[in-house]
């Protein structure tokens, strides 16, 4: 079953044309990488899709909700971990405040923050403050979650922290597109893969046909890449 579904997606930015007629879908319980080089589109189809931007033309649609991480995190920084992760459950989706406290309670252990909920973000390391903003997400309860370049603000170390997280999520058959310029990671936990160039979708499949593909733009990406 279908739960995204994007068809002849096309946006502009003046006379910058970015996505050029962009269509693929989305089944329950896959994982999708977008990858593609810097300028190529892939950060704008995320925010499309996730009603961030506008499109200029063609249609995208869901049967579920999403969830989103940002690459820079995105937490208030008055508010603790606590109230970062349960605000919009309780205010947007009027869920019983101790059922959503549980539930919070319960993704922080799963994430390893179980003593972190009283604390602010700025007392926090970048992969901590990554991990509550996938908790925040997941508090929703979404079909779908989205990260745009999840680990693009961390370090080599804290970037094993977040990717771990991804992966165990995976595991657990949540729905995820992820942009990434984490060739290894998207390889390996991808169901399928879409490499992105100047605002096309040059390669789509699984990721052993997307990575062995013949493409000379693809090729070229993949070794100027493992340099």
């Excluded at 947007?92 to 179980?114: H, I, P, T, W, Y």
Aim: proline share 4%; hydrophobic share 40%; glycine share 6%.
């Amino acid at each position: 079953m279908s739960l995204l579904e994007i068809k002849n997606l096309k946006k502009s930015f003046g006379d910058n044309v970015v996505l050029k007629d962009i269509s693929f879908s989305l089944n329950k319980g896959e994982v999708l990488s977008i990858i593609g080089p810097s300028g190529s589109g892939k950060s704008t189809l995320l925010r499309c899709v996730t009603n961030l931007e506008n499109e200029d033309s063609g249609e995208i649609n869901f049967n579920g909700t999403f969830g989103l991480v940002f690459q820079d995190f995105n937490l208030f920084p008055h508010h603790s971990v606590m109230k970062n992760i349960t605000n919009a459950p309780i205010r947007v989706q009027k869920r019983n405040k101790s059922e959503v406290f549980d539930d919070a309670r319960k993704l922080l252990k799963k994430l390893g923050l179980s003593d972190k909920e009283d604390a602010y973000p700025c007392e926090l390391s970048g992969g901590q403050q990554q991990r509550v903003s996938i908790a925040r997400a997941l508090a929703m309860n979404p079909d779908i979650l989205f990260f745009d370049e999840p680990t693009s603000a961390l370090d080599p170390e804290l970037t094993g922290e977040v990717l771990k997280v991804i992966k165990d999520l995976a595991a657990e058959h949540m729905t995820m597109v992820i942009v990434t310029h984490e060739m290894n990671f998207a390889k390996n936990v991808s169901d399928k893969i879409i490499f992105m160039d100047e605002g096309f979708i040059v390669e789509e499949g699984k990721p052993d046909d997307v990575f062995s593909s013949d493409n000379p733009r693809m090729k070229e990406f993949l070794g100027k890449f493992y340099e």
